[in-house]
């Protein structure tokens, strides 16, 4: 098993401009999200599925947006990148009552 | 909603001392407690974790204990190696389907050769 793989590893976006983060786990887990990580803030959850064709918000929602089609696939889109979205992208998954496990991330820069 | 915070942000010890991280969460009602390590270029790895019906578990040179009416709980590390040298998070959760995991903000972890 592969895990959870996230691609790209690095991103260069100008304001303004549009990008979709791929998520793909081969672990048959229903439940996957996204978190942030910026320095001295931790992880924050961005948004969340339980199951295909299901997703929410998570703490920071503003200027993402997800959608859940298969089990393996969860994208994270930015319609229009600002600076402030400059961190990095962790997708992670789990099974109902198991660790999350996590990819190895996306680092994104807005300019 | 749930609140973790995770004190300090740094901690450098001598290889072969013991490590001790704290973290605090505001939600009684949490009953899952994982940490997480992070190394560089990575994402985070769990390596312990406790449910509220335990008060403590060990792993090797890892332990975890909770505290449940100070509502606190610990990440206990022994015979520290410059491989312990990484970003540990602590995070709390209900768990169920819908649990989402609050983390702390995380601290940095130096390890003395």
């Known amino acids: 098993n592969a895990g959870v793989t996230q691609t790209p590893k690095f991103q260069v976006l100008k304001t303004g401009q549009s990008m979709t983060l791929q998520c793909a786990q081969d672990?048959?887990?229903?439940?996957m999200s996204w978190y942030r990580q910026d320095p001295g803030m931790g992880l924050r959850l961005i948004h969340y599925?339980?199951?295909?064709?299901?997703?929410d918000q998570g703490e920071v929602p503003n200027g993402y947006n997800v959608s859940r089609s298969t089990t393996e696939d969860f994208p994270l889109r930015l319609l229009s990148a600002a600076p402030s979205q400059t961190s990095v992208y962790f997708c992670?998954?789990?099974?109902?009552?198991?660790?999350?496990?996590f990819g190895n991330g996306t680092r994104l820069t807005v300019t | 909603g749930e609140n973790v915070e995770q004190h300090p942000s740094t901690l450098s010890v001598q290889e072969g001392d013991s490590a001790v991280i704290k973290c605090t969460y505001s939600d009684s009602a949490s009953n899952y407690f994982p940490w997480y390590k992070q190394e560089l270029g990575k994402g985070p790895q769990l390596i312990i974790d406790?449910?509220?019906?335990?008060g403590e578990k060990k792993d090797q040179r890892i332990a975890v204990t909770l505290n449940k009416t100070a509502k606190h709980f610990s990440l206990h590390i022994t015979e520290t190696q410059p491989e312990d040298s990484a970003v540990y998070f602590c995070a709390a959760t209900i768990t169920g389907a819908n649990s989402k995991l609050t983390f702390g903000k995380g601290i940095t972890l130096s390890v003395r050769p």
């Open positions: 599925s339980v199951g295909a064709g299901i997703t």
């Open positions: 406790i449910r509220s019906n335990v």
């Open positions: 992670a998954s789990r099974t109902p009552g198991s660790p999350l496990h």
């Open positions: 672990m048959n887990h229903e439940y």
